[in-house]
């Protein structure tokens, strides 16, 4: 039986996690997990059944209940309670519900309490903002990915294809948030290798997230189960 790997990538928004963290998957075997779109699913049910995002107990409800599952290969597909919202979850309303029910301690609780149970079952590949210092401490390769501020909003605005002053300025006041936030901030894990992607092509990042993964894993011979 080979042994089951945990690779934990976090930074801050625009960094690249999302897009190198599902290429690193595809390319090890193992199942990529964005532990935001969980966040994004909880969010998108307390829309639809008219839940108040101030509504802390009923949320901390529907994360314990809500079945998320992640799509296998470089998909990124999730389904939430057997339904495929993996575009739903993109909406704008529901990226800032998302916003909102992310600082809900409890229902952090409960998603990385799901978090973990995924990692319990196959190798992955799991990206946020506290897999390597809260949810998996002891992931077998802890990755820090960080980019300069202006770097990360100019990614962001091609991607949403807004201003860059106003893309620019969310991403501080998620860096804000993100970093003071009482339960389980922003931090690098003091084992976490550190990459900043400033200057670097998706391609040149992807080689040295690899050589890192493989220096760690017995030069990559460990696979999913």
Do not use: C
Request: no cysteine; net charge neutral; hydrophobic share 40%.
């Amino acid at each position: 039986m080979t042994k089951r790997i945990t690779v934990a990538i976090d930074g801050p928004a625009g960094a690249g996690k999302s897009t190198l963290a599902r290429r690193i998957a595809a390319k090890m075997g193992y199942l990529y997990v964005d532990t935001g779109a969980m966040y994004r699913a909880v969010a998108l049910w307390a829309l639809r059944t008219g839940v108040s995002l101030t509504d802390m107990h009923r949320l901390e409800q529907l994360a314990n209940e809500a079945r998320i599952e992640f799509a296998p290969g470089d998909s990124g597909g999730v389904l939430l309670n057997g339904e495929d919202v993996s575009e739903a979850i993109r909406a704008p309303e529901v990226s800032q519900a998302a916003s909102e029910v992310s600082r809900i301690p409890a229902v952090r609780r409960a998603l990385v309490s799901k978090q973990r149970e995924i990692g319990e079952r196959a190798s992955v590949v799991m990206e946020g903002r506290d897999i390597g210092s809260v949810v998996f401490p002891d992931a077998t390769v802890k990755i820090f990915l960080d980019a300069q501020p202006e770097v990360r909003a100019d990614r962001r605005a091609t991607e949403a294809a807004l201003p860059r002053e106003v893309v620019a300025e969310q991403i501080r006041e998620r860096d804000r948030r993100d970093q003071t936030r009482a339960h389980s901030p922003l931090v690098q894990a003091p084992d976490a290798v550190y990459v900043d992607t400033t200057g670097l092509s998706i391609e040149q990042v992807e080689a040295a997230l690899l050589k890192i993964i493989r220096d760690r894993t017995s030069n990559g011979k460990e696979r999913t189960e």
